[in-house]
């Protein structure tokens, strides 16, 4: 009986989860026509990717691709076949954004930038966490997927809508 008490727990922590990102998402989107415009937000101007090197349109679809991937991962249920080819997609989806990155140059006068460390931890980190998966560490292979979806796909991806960079143009002129 407590193992159905724990179940049953751990799926209603799961639904609030759930709850909460969708709670957040709908308030997102209800508040973006009442922001956007305050904010100099106007429909995408695409041609600026369409403009950018290689490198960069590599970057920017490998990582939203991750993005995607990962909130689908974070959102469903963990352990199951299609979370396994899911996340293995993901990795390939977040390694392809980290080595590339380390090619992305253009706001440093070409040196790299303390951003390209969370590359590196990524490239690292990534074969770390794959590893704790196929050993059945599933603690550490949570902590370590939820650390590179929050600090590399989240609060790096934070980083490219500041003003003057690529991003920041596309959207906000």
Same mark, same amino acid.
């Not at 997102?28 to 600026?48: S, W």
């Not at 770390?128 to 560490?137: E, I, L, S």
């Not at 590179?148 to 991003?167: E, H, M």
């Given at each position: 009986?407590? *193992?159905? %008490?724990? &179940?049953?727990?751990?799926?209603?922590?799961? @639904? =609030?989860r =759930?709850? /909460?990102?969708? /709670?957040?998402?709908?308030?997102?989107?209800?508040?973006?026509? #009442? +922001?956007?415009?305050?904010?100099?937000?106007?429909?995408? %101007?695409?041609?600026?990717?369409?403009?950018?090197?290689?490198k960069?349109?590599?970057?920017?679809?490998?990582?939203?691709?991750? @993005?995607?991937?990962?909130? $689908?991962?974070?959102?469903? /249920?963990?352990?199951?076949?299609?979370?396994?080819?899911?996340?293995?997609?993901?990795?390939?989806?977040?390694?392809?954004?980290?080595?590339? &990155?380390?090619?992305?140059? *253009? $706001? %440093?006068?070409g040196? $790299? &930038?303390?951003?390209? +460390?969370? &590359?590196?931890?990524?490239?690292?980190?990534?074969p $770390?966490?794959v590893?704790?998966? !196929? =050993?059945?560490?599933?603690?550490?292979? !949570?902590? #370590?997927?939820?650390?590179?979806?929050?600090?590399?796909?989240?609060i790096?991806?934070?980083?490219?809508?500041?003003?003057g !960079?690529?991003?920041? !143009?596309? #959207? #906000?002129?």
């Amino acid at each position: 009986m407590p *193992e159905t %008490n724990l &179940s049953m727990h751990a799926a209603a922590r799961g @639904l =609030r989860r =759930r709850g /909460v990102a969708g /709670v957040l998402a709908a308030t997102a989107l209800a508040a973006a026509p #009442f +922001l956007a415009p305050r904010l100099g937000a106007h429909l995408p %101007n695409l041609a600026l990717v369409a403009a950018a090197p290689l490198k960069i349109q590599v970057h920017i679809l490998a990582a939203l691709t991750a @993005l995607a991937i990962g909130t $689908m991962l974070m959102i469903g /249920v963990k352990g199951t076949r299609l979370h396994r080819t899911l996340g293995w997609t993901w990795v390939a989806a977040m390694a392809t954004t980290a080595v590339s &990155s380390l090619f992305i140059r *253009e $706001m %440093n006068h070409g040196a $790299m &930038s303390w951003i390209h +460390l969370l &590359s590196g931890w990524t490239i690292v980190a990534l074969p $770390m966490a794959v590893y704790a998966a !196929r =050993r059945h560490k599933v603690h550490l292979h !949570r902590r #370590f997927m939820t650390g590179l979806f929050v600090g590399g796909l989240l609060i790096a991806g934070g980083f490219t809508f500041l003003p003057g !960079r690529l991003l920041w !143009r596309v #959207f #906000f002129g």
